[in-house]
């Protein structure tokens, strides 16, 4: 099985990557209890492999940028 770190290593490794989005989803059930339950997670996480302070600038902008538009479109569902 493949981790997300490991996946985060191999990308920082490639000069022409610059950045990663992840969507993830969590689900866990259980069943110790008088009645199963069941819980769930959702995640994002923008993530950026900068070489220079300047590329790291420009991806916390540009990853800034994306969440404001996300959150937005979240409102309006």
């Given at each position: 099985?493949?981790?997300?770190?490991?996946?985060?290593e191999?990308?920082?490794?490639?000069?022409?990557?610059?950045g990663?989005?992840?969507?993830?989803?969590?689900?866990?059930?259980?069943f110790?209890?008088?009645?199963?339950?069941?819980?769930?997670?959702?995640?994002?996480?923008?993530?950026t492999?900068?070489?220079?302070?300047?590329?790291?600038?420009?991806?916390?902008?540009?990853?800034?940028?994306?969440?404001e538009?996300?959150?937005?479109?979240?409102?309006n569902?």
């Amino acid at each position: 099985m493949i981790t997300l770190k490991k996946v985060d290593e191999l990308l920082a490794q490639n000069c022409e990557v610059l950045g990663s989005l992840v969507f993830a989803r969590d689900a866990t059930w259980s069943f110790g209890r008088e009645v199963p339950s069941f819980d769930f997670s959702i995640t994002h996480r923008f993530w950026t492999y900068p070489r220079s302070k300047e590329q790291e600038q420009r991806g916390e902008e540009f990853w800034r940028r994306v969440r404001e538009r996300i959150d937005q479109r979240l409102e309006n569902l």
